[in-house]
């Protein structure tokens, strides 16, 4: 099958040897997104603004590919802290409305740049 990387430069680069996504077939899988702006800075700030940001980042990337927030099928969450969990679940239901798709969210030791979220989505692409 044919994987395609996608690329946007509406959202930050990646910061190693990987790509933003890849679509595959009927999926498009992405690589994890922390609150980097467009330039690469680090949003320093709370888990709102960083959870904001976050999803600035993977509503690009879907864009680019052709998704939306409607078509992701699965998400993983990661947290620096599960006390953010409350915050992070209120910015969530602003980006998938009534849609919930399957998720996993977890607490970690540390996330790339100290960042206090990173989310990473698995969609179905449209036809």
Do not use: W
């Not at 700030?45 to 052709?66: P, R, W, Y």
């Not at 939306?68 to 699965?74: A, E, P, R």
């Amino acid at each position: 099958m044919k994987r395609t990387p996608i690329q946007t430069n509406q959202a930050p680069a990646a910061i190693g040897p990987y790509s933003q996504a890849i679509a595959i077939g009927d999926f498009l899988f992405t690589s994890g997104q922390i609150p980097l702006t467009l330039s690469g800075d680090m949003i320093e700030a709370d888990i709102e603004k960083q959870t904001h940001q976050v999803f600035a980042n993977l509503k690009a990337v879907l864009s680019e590919a052709g998704c939306g927030f409607q078509d992701v099928i699965k998400a993983n969450v990661f947290l620096q802290s599960m006390n953010d969990f409350p915050q992070l679940n209120k910015i969530y239901e602003t980006y998938l409305g009534e849609y919930k798709p399957a998720r996993s969210t977890v607490e970690v030791a540390r996330l790339p740049k100290d960042a206090l979220v990173e989310i990473e989505l698995i969609c179905s692409i449209p036809k």
